[in-house]
C-alpha cells in the first residue's frame, strides 16, 4: 500500500504542477507574442526614428555654427566702437576731474587771500568772521572730497 499511495501523492503533484504550468506558459506564450509584435514594430519604426536623429542633430549642428558666427561678428563689429567710447569716456572724465582741481586750487587761493584780509580786522570781527568762514570751509572741504572721490572713482 505504500506504493500506490506514493504514487497517487507524485500524481496529484504532476496534477498540480501541470494546473500551476498551464497559466504561466499560456502567460509566456501572450508575453513571447507581445515581444514578438514589439520587436517587429521596432525593427519597422527605428530605421526612421534614427533618420529623424541624425537631421535633428544636423539641424542643431547648423543652428549652433550660426549662432555662433552671429556673436563673433556682432563682437568683432561691436568692440572697437566700445572701446573707443571707453577711451573718450575716460579722456572727458580727466578733463573734468583736472579742471575740478583748477577750480579747488583757484578757490584755495582766494580763501588764502580771505584769511590775509581778515588778519587786518578787529579781533571781535575776525573770531566771528573765522567761525563762520571755518564751518562754511568745512562744508565746502567735504563737498571737495565727496566730488574727488567720486572723480577719482569714475576715473579708475
Do not use: Y
Not at 533618420?51 to 563673433?72: G, P, Y
Not at 573718450?88 to 576731474?97: D, G, I, P
Amino acid at each position: 500500500m505504500s506504493w500506490e499511495t506514493s504514487l497517487f501523492i507524485l500524481c496529484l503533484a504532476v496534477v498540480a504542477l501541470v494546473g500551476f504550468t498551464i497559466p504561466l506558459l499560456l502567460q509566456l506564450r501572450r508575453t513571447v507574442r507581445n515581444l514578438d509584435t514589439t520587436i517587429t514594430t521596432l525593427n519597422q519604426d527605428l530605421p526612421q526614428i534614427l533618420k529623424n536623429v541624425d537631421f535633428i542633430t544636423e539641424n542643431v549642428r547648423q543652428s549652433v555654427h550660426a549662432v555662433r558666427a552671429t556673436l563673433e561678428e556682432t563682437i568683432n563689429r561691436s568692440l572697437p566702437s566700445i572701446l573707443e567710447n571707453v577711451d573718450r569716456l575716460t579722456a572727458t572724465v580727466e578733463k573734468s576731474v583736472e579742471l575740478v582741481r583748477s577750480r579747488v586750487d583757484e578757490l584755495s587761493g582766494g580763501l588764502e587771500r580771505v584769511r590775509g584780509s581778515l588778519a587786518h580786522l578787529d579781533e571781535g570781527i575776525k573770531d566771528r568772521a573765522r567761525g563762520q568762514m571755518s564751518q562754511g570751509l568745512k562744508v565746502f572741504a567735504g563737498l571737495v572730497k565727496r566730488v574727488r572721490s567720486a572723480l577719482e572713482s569714475a576715473r579708475t
